[in-house]
DNA sequence: GGGAATTGGTAAGGAAGCCTGACTATACTC
DNA sequence: GAGTATAGTCAGGCTTCCTTACCAATTCCC
């Protein structure tokens, strides 16, 4: 323990196919998902799949979210959204209640057994995550972090086609 | 660097949703996806989607691989992988050449064009990376690598019940 | 040598996730 | 009040991947 030491410079192994950052960033997104679904698999408390449990991740904290600004933050259309806020409806994990000040609109609600299920999921992403530190180092991680976040904030907005804006 | 004495206040903003790495990690590979497919919308000449561009990815600099090992590389079944190859078959960027020395195995080979047209991708990957690396500077970005690589080092096998060995 | 079990590969059908297109109902602007 | 923009839903389809089922070649083992 403390700093296992990660040799930054890969010295390459010789073979072939050093990947890409690109593609180390989508290849370990998808072990991560795999390996959360995994859990899952188990007949465990989770909604149902990643997405599912982005946008209620989303929504802790929150009580003015509505479904399109849900997609906006999902990178999906509004209508995939509404179908997951249905499965999440459904599963009695949000709840969908009237806008305050716009009546076509409904804001997203986690119920109370929405947010101890969403708990208990930020607890197994915690887990993940304190396996990676042991394995790198917490600083190292906190790199990672503040890059992944720089990334983020700079293109946000990718939105696949929002679609209302065209002519 | 290298301190144990682990510094785990992130100073939460307040307000609401400080994303866990997990979700970050995701995120990013997401956008990342998006972003790279978008380019793919302009008719361009990758082949598909980034699954092919990563079972492509693989093939190039090897001379051995066949469908199966695509598979394990790839996270997927070998039927899937399978339709990708055919996929890439049908594009012109992958031959199925005989295999040496097993006749019911092949061996999957990047055709020339093939790797044209990986180059042209790569170079895509690498446009993205810059843009990244000039947000929050080369160094971090290397840390970022050697993380992810850990990471994948570690766990990269959660094969999608290969379903083989079963019972 | 001659099965039996493995392994590489393919084919057909289905589940899941997301998208486009079309349509209400409310809100904003003039 | 008319016209446009926005929140949301419904219907239908595409894509990706999985499961189940099946051949063909290989290896194990006697």
Chains 1, 2 share one sequence.
Do not use: F
């Not at 196919?17 to 007949?43: N, P």
């Not at 259309?77 to 709840?95: D, F, H």
């Not at 986690?110 to 600083?139: H, I, P």
């Amino acid at each position: 323990m403390t700093t296992p030491e990660i040799d930054a410079d890969h010295t390459p192994t010789g073979s072939a196919a050093e990947d890409e950052l690109v593609i180390l960033v989508i290849r370990t997104a998808k072990a991560l998902v795999d390996r959360l679904g995994a859990g899952r698999a188990g007949g465990t408390s989770s909604p149902m799949t990643v997405v599912h449990g982005l946008a209620a991740r989303y929504l802790l904290d929150r009580e003015d979210v509505t479904t399109v600004e849900l997609a906006r933050h999902l990178g999906i259309t509004k209508q995939s959204t509404s179908e997951v806020v249905t499965a999440l409806e459904e599963t009695g994990n949000v709840r969908r209640a009237p806008h305050p000040s716009d009546r076509r609109a409904r804001v997203l609600l986690l119920t109370d057994e929405g947010k101890a299920r969403l708990e208990s999921g930020r607890r197994r992403w915690q887990g993940v995550e304190d396996e990676w530190a042991a394995l790198v180092g917490r600083d190292r991680l906190d790199v990672v972090r503040a890059a992944l976040e720089a990334y983020l904030a700079a293109h946000d907005d990718d939105p696949p086609t929002d679609h209302a804006s065209e002519c």
